[in-house]
């Protein structure tokens, strides 16, 4: 893919997600599941009403300040509603997030450019997380979770980046990667996964580094005895040789690591409680982080008992248990869009409003398929290092798919096993931080069977990718809150837990 074709293809990709994000954005009049929260949290910030908030603060003072835009833009003004403590309209308390949302394909997209150098696997990422549903619905309504990515992606952008350049643009780049990542952990705890992953990426880049320095010391000994030519050395040995950014990681040492991600993003957490311990002055800094953990352990066990849509960790990579957003019924599509009170009687409504918070089912299902196969090209690595002799070939470079593979695998790890041990009521979007490298996952995958030589294996990758955009396309009503007629809305509930 040439350079001005990935252009015009990104922008497309940035556009489409735009036109998705924004078309019918204040279809709604009302707030939707957690805007109750976020959307008036934001407010709150906006007439000084001090409040308490179960995590901390970034996402509602970013949706405060869309508020405050949003309510001195002369059009969309049409529709308001005063249930986030003043009267406001949806559009001004959503559109933040709409934009935020619609730049998060670019950033997956140049992760992807940074892991591989290829601009066909990066198109192909943001393609895909463009196509998926439960980041199309979490960025149409004042939610938080799209901050979280948003964050945490950058600042493994940004540190990717940062590995391309030399002395202070370095550290310009590092500083920068630092913030995001504060910025991640300061919308939700959970952002600091995105941190974690970074971690456990570059302590596997520095066990590489230190075992292929073992047995580059060993075969040098062989070498030495066999009189082997400096160029076999120079060709065969070099432990330097570098082809991504992520083979740049054992250049940055613990201090550095340490200070730029591990003090900046604590200071930067730090700094953007400030304004919200001015406004709610009951509790301290150390307080309310207290009062924070004390509100999720008392949440309850994970069962439906305690939320209807409670889902346990190991039911988000299958999408066993989505959640529904928003469910209204109508009569038919000339009565005024239902907001409020319960839906009619079963076999009674000929018009359905659902917003169902769940993601393009084959795009998570490929996604998952292709992330266990990068796995199994770890292992297979991994025991043909452990069985093979150690020949002089031991200490070359690892390629470039097997740095993808561990980016990725290593990062999807680091934000979903944490969750294992949590025992409170969590919900299906608290996967979308580890799921979006399964993205990048099916999208390498694609990527390399449009770019072999063989035709079935072009056939499997454009057949993916058709599969994936028809999907995107089959559930958007259900993403868009669109009316739909009761068989229209069981055509798409393919199990009874999707409900």
């Known amino acids: 893919m040439t350079k001005k074709w990935f252009s015009i293809g990104m922008a497309g990709i940035f556009f489409l997600s735009l036109a998705l994000r924004f078309w019918g954005l204040g279809r709604f009049n009302t707030l939707v599941f957690d805007e109750v929260y976020f959307a008036t949290f934001g407010n709150n910030y906006l007439i000084h009403k001090p409040f308490f908030n179960a995590h901390p603060p970034l996402s509602q003072y970013i949706i405060g300040i869309g508020i405050w835009i949003g309510s001195h833009i002369p059009f969309w003004q049409e529709q308001v509603n005063g249930l986030a403590g003043s009267l406001l309209t949806p559009w001004s308390y959503r559109w933040i997030n709409a934009l935020t949302g619609s730049f998060i394909p670019l950033v997956v997209a140049g992760i992807a450019y940074q892991i591989s150098h290829r601009r066909s696997f990066a198109f192909l990422a943001g393609l895909f997380t463009a196509c998926d549903g439960i980041f199309l619905v979490e960025s149409r309504y004042a939610l ?9 992606l950058l600042g493994q952008w940004l540190l990717l980046l940062a590995l391309e350049k030399q002395n202070k643009k370095r550290t310009f780049w590092l500083v920068c990667s630092g913030i995001a990542f504060g910025a991640s952990a300061a919308t939700k705890w959970n952002g600091l996964w995105f941190l974690l992953g970074a971690y456990f990426i570059w302590i596997t880049a520095w066990l590489i580094r230190l075992v292929q320095a073992f047995y580059l010391g060993k075969n040098k000994q062989v070498l030495d005895e066999f009189n082997v030519s400096d160029s076999y050395r120079d060709g065969n040995l070099k432990l330097n040789a570098v082809q991504t950014p992520l083979q740049k990681l054992t250049q940055l040492n613990v201090f550095q690591m340490l200070f730029f991600l591990g003090i900046i993003p604590a200071f930067i957490y730090s700094i953007i409680w400030i304004p919200h311990l001015q406004l709610d002055k009951r509790f301290d800094f150390i307080k309310v982080h207290q009062e924070i953990l004390k509100f999720h352990l008392q949440l309850g066990g994970n069962t439906p008992d305690v939320h209807p849509y409670c889902a346990a960790w190991y039911k988000w990579p299958l999408m066993t248990r989505p959640m529904a957003y928003y469910y209204q019924t109508a009569l038919s599509l000339n009565e005024p869009l239902p907001v409020m009170g319960p839906p009619l009687p079963p076999g009674t409504a000929k018009v359905l409003y659902d917003v169902h918070a769940m993601g393009n089912p084959f795009l998570w299902w490929f996604g998952l398929a292709s992330l266990l196969f990068l796995v199994g090209i770890i292992v297979w690595q991994f025991v ?21 593979a561990l980016f990725l695998v290593l990062n999807y790890l680091a934000n979903l096993l944490p969750w294992v041990e949590v025992t409170r009521c969590v919900f299906i979007y608290h996967y979308m931080p580890a799921v979006v490298f399964t993205f990048l996952a099916i999208a390498w995958f694609v990527d390399h069977c449009i770019r072999s030589y063989h035709l079935y294996l072009r056939a499997v990758g454009v057949t993916i990718t058709f599969i994936i955009l028809v999907a995107f396309v089959f559930w958007m009503p259900i993403y868009l809150g669109l009316p739909v007629s009761p068989d229209a809305y069981k055509l798409r509930m393919w199990f009874d837990s999707w409900i």
Request: charge should be positive; charged fraction near 15%; glycine fraction near 4%.
């Open 384 to 404: 043909n290092f452990l069985v093979k002799p150690k020949r002089f070939s031991a200490a070359a470079p690892i390629c470039i798919d097997t740095w993808i």
């Open 144 to 152: 938080n979770n799209i901050y979280i990515v948003i964050f945490g």
